[in-house]
């Protein structure tokens, strides 16, 4: 299967990040069903939109949630982790008080980040490498 990357340009460059985002309710309860679930799914569009990430995929659990969205470089997976996590939270639990009498606050601390690529570790690793292999690059200790 081939991936197709699709770089963003920036003053500085060019870049392609992805992030998978896991985080679960606190005490991992299954509270995100129904019109809660479609209402979380509306709100993390929503913040992607309003700072300019791209969600790639999206599944919303009943006691997790898995998202892979593309970011800009200047946007730690930390931030964007929390960014979901708590307009999320405020918004959900003005909107549904079931939710804040059944948990002390709606998300574990805790979170899953892994950065996703076009391409595996294993084939960056090897392309690097191999590069004095290139038939156009010159051998090393030539003096050029």
Known sequence: MTVTRKVRRFSGGVYDLGLHIVWCPKYRRPVLGGRVAARLDELIRQKAD????????LEVMPDHVHLFVKHDP???????ANQFKGFTSRVLRAEFPHLKTQLPTL?????FAASVGAVSADTVRRYIDTQWERPWKKQKGDGS
């Open 50 to 57: 309003e700072r300019g990430w791209e969600i790639v995929a």
């Open 74 to 80: 200047k946007s730690s997976a930390s931030y964007v």
């Open 107 to 111: 998300w574990s601390s805790s979170y």
